[in-house]
């Protein structure tokens, strides 16, 4: 009760002059606070107007969601689970199972055309054709790519992110590339262009060089045992593009070897589509970062 008094006394004007000013012929809404203000401000304009304006309300979560995605009374709510139904059934006042669509997390076309045409990514006709992606956008094929995105605003700490990332494939004799999805982030990007990644990896060497003598000794016996075999210890070939807001997502999805990404559900579901492995960045952050992760329930 308190949110929707909130929201109606904050954002009820803002939202009305909007939306009167685009003169929609159906809205909707895909963000669980933008479903209780203007599914009202919807009626009434459609009041106002004398015409039948839809609102629709697509859920955009898959396992849990907030209780403010079953407000108002959309003419269809579009869900991805029965968790979903079930919670909707629960928390939203009015709503019944006619109002209830399943259709799952809604995802473009492209991952669908891709899936078909790449077959199991790992089968050689599916390498084949991640290759083929990888050089229609300017990657390298022979260097595994690793994509790391933080939604449409370039958020969640992408650079120390990609900046570990990027040292740890370099230190482990990885050859990689690694494109940052930085979105509407323009300095983020810019950032990323105009590094000096090989003082960065030197000053990270010199760091990891003050070991107590133990590890000292320890490394130098590796290293030993690495020349008499006839192996040759080499730094990665390492790579690291920022990218702006992209389009092309499942182009990107298609030649990357691995996701690293918040666990947003719609990004979840296509990754998914095209079979490519995703790290969720709370826990990349304890891989690189050593850090505590508390667990949400």
């Not at 909130?6 to 929609?24: A, W």
């Not at 199972?97 to 076309?109: A, F, K, Q």
């Not at 050089?135 to 790391?148: Q, R, T």
Request: glycine residues 10%.
């Amino acid at each position: 009760m308190f949110i929707k008094f909130h929201s109606k006394k904050t954002c009820y004007d803002n939202i009305y002059k909007q939306m009167e000013e685009y003169d929609p012929d159906v809205v909707i809404s895909v963000h669980p606070t933008m479903n209780h203000i203007p599914e009202l401000v919807t009626r009434e304009i459609g009041k106002k107007r004398g015409k039948h304006l839809p609102f629709f309300t697509v859920v955009t979560d898959f396992g849990s969601g907030h209780g403010t995605w079953f407000q108002g009374n959309p003419n269809k709510i579009y869900i991805a689970s029965d968790r979903i139904k079930s919670l909707a059934m629960k928390c939203g006042k009015g709503v019944n199972e006619e109002n209830l669509v399943m259709t799952g997390l809604p995802i473009r076309d492209d991952f669908a055309i891709h899936a078909e045409k790449m077959g199991p990514r790992t089968s050689a006709e599916g390498k084949k054709y991640r290759n083929l992606i990888k050089s229609e956008l300017g990657l390298n094929p022979d260097k595994k790519v690793v994509l790391v995105m933080g939604g449409g605003e370039g958020v969640g700490s992408l650079g120390e992110i990609a900046e570990k990332i990027y040292l740890e494939l370099r230190a482990k004799g990885v050859d990689a590339t690694v494109c940052v999805v930085c979105g509407r982030n323009e300095i983020l990007k810019a950032e990323f262009g105009s590094k000096d990644w090989d003082a960065i990896f030197s000053k990270h060497e010199q760091k990891q060089n003050k070991w107590n003598g133990k590890k000292l000794m320890r490394l130098i016996i590796e290293r030993k045992q690495a020349t008499s075999e006839n192996t040759i210890v080499k730094e990665g070939n390492v790579e690291v593009i920022g990218l702006g807001f992209v389009k092309n997502m499942a182009d990107y999805m298609v030649a990357a070897d691995a996701l690293v990404s918040k666990a947003g559900p719609g990004t979840i579901a296509e990754a998914a589509a095209v079979g490519l492995p995703v790290m969720i960045t709370r826990y990349v952050v304890q891989l690189v970062f050593s850090a505590p992760v508390v667990p949400i329930y």
